[in-house]
């Protein structure tokens, strides 16, 4: 019987040739699904991410529509509690963090904690959704890079100027290099335990980092980073860095590591591959309002993505960042289904 | 007796050489100084807007820091109401427009007004400002763009995401060529009547506009905002066009047109002018938080900025963005001075 290539998206990572475009989408599980919002009428957000059982059930809604990975239901900002800084996602506000850590006492008393207590949880999830799904997709785990989840300790929440984050850097340079240590170690050896526990991928999500002119990502966030992705890259499981409005730090975080470099909806694939190199994959990179967009429009824009990708080994399609909750799961589907139809030229040979 | 070049704004609009880097702030009239919320204490901000001598008295607010350029004290959303799509300040929340335009019914109502009409108390406000500052400071005038503008009206406020925006380019596009061809003709003229009232140079805000990918800018925005900026150049003033996040737009946007092209903290300014062309002035590029840094952080990234701009004729030094309100009046004022002190390099001769 034929059997469709479970294992292309890991293949594409390692800019291996696959039958067909690997394509997953970040928030491929989350409130524009039905069965999704039916679940969270039940549990909170964090009882989801606190219970195996549920945590498996949200991570596996998607797959029925024909994305080629599973990613962990999780948050990136799960590690939070167990260092000592515990938040809520309050209604219509996103995460608030009760405590917000501003000072150097704050700093130091935040804990590097060891992932098996402070975030078993998550764990006993990934072996779960491994068991379940052993052969049949890929599981990506993931977690926030040090910049993304420490504006959100200094801010107490999502920001929009990064005011309180930035001047820390800027005015305490030796607090700042404290905390970013911390939370380094926290994503490391968090990313660390996922691998163990079965992820067969991570993505080190650094949402925010693109608010940083490049000076300042190279001096105060760029060797957090290559710490953990350099280290997670001996594991052997491909490493996905991931960034939005990263346009003038792809060069920077290609530097940082990463076997995959995410690249957002503002630069056409084809020029930010050519900037990276053709020695690194890429994920994405649609527009995710695109898929608010007629179907057709979504789908000739997909197709505009792909011929950019060349038929060169190693694209995954993706977004540029995570499925709004107003869109039509309809439309999710049917791009699904267009990436993995297209029929992609022979690869250049250079 | 000496008196310091009062137009080295405008001579470096033009690429003319001056005695010293000009430098002027955007929100340089702002609630960062104590005089403008003395002021705000007693008047709303569209009261202030529409009285010809309170805008007078904000505008002139900022000029005793040493910037070399008074901004008309406006905002980019003045022509909503006359153009039918009335708005307010809600606390805390921004900008609400009442009945945001959603339908072609919607869009078809909107009205192109005749300035002198609709916006007659700017153009008092601008002849105003002139009579006071004849011959010591040069005035800009400045209007939102087309983009900028249509974000407003149809998602009824500040968006996070555009999508509702994005939605109506997509689906309806001869609705949206409707909305930006009105908004388009509104602004053109507003600013057209700007430059005959005494503005003697004018920004075009396009501040929005960074959350386009290349291909969506080049079909849906760039045409309008060529209009405006090429039919604006002919009056002789200087032009400056303006965006944040625009990494990947400066090409488009310098096709479009502008005596001046805005760049942001994203990009070094020595790269973002090679992109641009030397043929054209620029204007900016510190992180508008870095104004909330220990001052010698402030001044010494400042500094960074003037040696990228190499001593070239040409550079006006600004802000990626507006001033935040918690920015601390005594570092705007060290880095204005930091900024004329600065000893030049000769320009380069390429």
Known sequence: MYRPMWDRFLR???????????????????RYMAEYRALRAKHSMLEICKTPELALEVTLQPLRLGVDAAILFADILLPLEPMGAPFEFAKGEGPVIHQPVRSRAD????????????LGYVLDAIRLIRRELDGKKPLIGFAGAPFTVASYLIEGGKSSSYRLTKELMWRDPDSWKLLMTKVSEVVRTFLRAQVEAGAQAVQLFDSWVGSLAPEDYREHVQPYVAH???DLEKTGVPVIHFGTDTTSLLELQREAGGTVLGVDWRLPLDVAWQRIGYDRAVQGNLDPLLLCAPKEVAIARAHRVLERAAGRPGHIFNLGHGI??????????AVIEAVHAYARPPAPTE
Request: proline share 11%.
């Open 12 to 30: 594409a990572c390692r800019r291996e040739p696959t039958d067909t475009t690997p394509v997953w989408f970040m928030r491929q599980a989350g």
């Open 107 to 118: 700093i130091e008393r935040l804990r590097v904690f060891e992932p098996r207590e402070g």
């Open 228 to 230: 953990i992705l350099q």
């Open 324 to 333: 709004i909750p107003e869109t039509p799961v309809e439309t999710v589907q």
